[in-house]
Structures are given as C-alpha cells and as structure tokens.
C-alpha cells in the first residue's frame, strides 16, 4: 500500500494545533501521524525532530498572521483610527480561522523565559505588536486617544480580551449567547475597544 501524501500545510496546520492544545510536552508526535495517518518517518524525512517540527509550525501560522496584518493595515488607508481598525478586524478573523495561535502564545507564555517562548515573542508577538499599534502612538502623539502605556491595549487585543474571542469562539454559547454572527461580535467589540480609547 503507498503511503497516504499529505500537504505540509496540513501537517504543520494539524502540528501547530495539536502543540496549541496540548502543550509540547504534551503533544506526542506519533499521536500526530496516527490521526492524520501518515507514517512517523513521513514527518521526520520532512521536517526533523519534535522541535523542528514546533518552529516549522510556529513559522508557518506566524508568518500568515503577520501578512494578513499588513495587508489589513496597507488597504486601510492612511487614517490611524482606520489602520487600527483594520488590523484589529483581521487579527480576530485570522485567529478565529486559526485558533492555535492565540493558545500556543498563552501555552508558551506560563513558562516565560523557556527558548520557544523568546522565540515566539521576538519573532511574533513583539513585530505584530509595533505593526498593530503604531497607528495607536500616531494618535496618542496627537492627542486623539487617551495617554498611557499602549501595551495595555496590546494585551487586550491578542490575549483574554479580542484574543480570546478569536481562540475560543465557542465561550458566547457557554455565556449563554447562542448562534452568535462572529463577524458582527468582532466589530462590535473592536468598536468598543476604539470608543474606550478616544480622549475625552
């Protein structure tokens, strides 16, 4: 019998949610390969060990992350309101269509110091945080928004705020909204994110 040919895309896609939910430790590579049935030296001949394997996903969900962020941002327009907007809209569409982005962060993140969280965080979070927010320090120089540290709003959009939305669309249920239009709750907690930054 050949071997099933599966995409690297879906490896690393099915690989990056598997390190996500389940931690690194956590995720056994041959539990892996049995649920996409593919054989474990298919993965190793392809991309090395459970390590490479872990950055080669992180690369892979990262890097499309930051370039729907940047195309967001450039088709905005040159209004920083707009450019925060925009960037915010699509940073929830794309971890809702990829919810392990968010989780393998908050994974990473509660062993801060660990080689994969600086990788993470010097590779990932601390560029899509200057890209996203750089329109925010344009306003608060002008004295549109409210002073302050803008890694406050940083945390709030990726994390248990506007990031937890995206990671866990399925929370409105359990909160007791049901059949909840996740295009219309992004907007409107975007929304209340920019009126709640306004100067008053």
Same mark, same amino acid.
């Given at each position: 019998?050949?071997?099933?040919?599966?995409?690297?895309?879906?490896?690393?896609?099915?690989?990056?949610?598997? !390190?996500?939910?389940?931690?690194?430790?956590?995720?056994?590579?041959?539990?892996?390969?049995?649920?996409?049935?593919?054989?474990?030296?298919?993965?190793?001949?392809?991309?090395?060990?459970?390590?490479?394997?872990?950055?080669?996903?992180?690369?892979?969900? !990262?890097?499309?992350?930051?370039?729907?962020?940047?195309?967001?941002?450039?088709?905005?327009?040159?209004?920083?309101?707009? %450019?925060?907007?925009?960037?915010?809209?699509? !940073?929830?569409?794309?971890?809702?269509?990829?919810?392990?982005?968010? %989780?393998?962060?908050?994974?990473?993140?509660?062993?801060?110091?660990?080689?994969?969280?600086?990788?993470?965080?010097?590779?990932?979070?601390?560029?899509?945080?200057?890209?996203?927010?750089?329109?925010?320090? %344009?306003?608060?120089?002008?004295?549109?928004?409210?002073?302050?540290?803008?890694?406050?709003?940083?945390?709030?959009?990726?994390?248990?705020?506007?990031?937890?939305?995206?990671?866990?669309?399925?929370? !409105?249920?359990?909160?007791?909204?049901?059949?909840?239009?996740?295009?219309?709750?992004?907007?409107?907690?975007?929304?209340?994110?920019?009126?709640?930054?306004?100067?008053?």
């Amino acid at each position: 019998m050949r071997p099933r040919l599966v995409s690297d895309e879906v490896l690393l896609d099915a690989a990056l949610l598997a !390190f996500a939910e389940l931690g690194y430790e956590g995720a056994s590579v041959r539990a892996l390969c049995r649920r996409l049935d593919i054989s474990h030296n298919t993965l190793n001949q392809r991309f090395g060990s459970k390590d490479q394997l872990w950055h080669a996903a992180v690369d892979h969900g !990262f890097k499309h992350l930051v370039g729907e962020l940047l195309s967001a941002v450039t088709e905005a327009g040159t209004d920083p309101f707009d %450019q925060l907007r925009a960037s915010a809209l699509r !940073f929830l569409a794309t971890t809702r269509a990829n919810p392990g982005l968010i %989780q393998i962060i908050n994974q990473e993140s509660a062993r801060p110091g660990g080689s994969r969280y600086e990788y993470l965080f010097h590779r990932y979070i601390a560029p899509i945080n200057e890209l996203g927010l750089r329109p925010l320090r %344009q306003l608060q120089a002008e004295g549109v928004v409210r002073p302050g540290p803008v890694s406050t709003i940083f945390f709030y959009l990726t994390t248990y705020g506007l990031g937890l939305m995206g990671s866990h669309p399925e929370s !409105f249920a359990s909160l007791g909204d049901k059949d909840v239009d996740q295009e219309q709750a992004a907007a409107q907690a975007v929304e209340m994110v920019l009126d709640s930054l306004r100067a008053r």
